[in-house]
């Protein structure tokens, strides 16, 4: 399953950086990929993750999560 999140507050390198080490610390996840000019993560999943606990570990880092979509 693939989810991408749209993520406000994103404004370098070290941001999408920060963003993907949390989110790549959620167990379940198995890959994240950032887009800093789309201000999203596309995070693979290896078992089922909620939004929820992806939007928790986003926001505890300091960013605004706007959605989660699944593809």
């Known amino acids: ?22 989110l790549e610390s959620v167990e379940g996840v198995a890959a994240v990929t950032m887009s800093l000019e789309e201000r999203t993560a596309t995070v693979e999943l290896s078992a089922d993750v909620s939004d929820e606990a992806l939007t928790a570990v986003v926001t505890e880092a300091g960013y605004e999560v706007i959605k989660v979509e699944t593809k």
């Open 1 to 22: 399953m693939t989810k991408v999140m749209t993520i406000e507050g994103m404004m370098c390198s070290h941001c999408t950086g920060r963003v993907q080490k949390v």
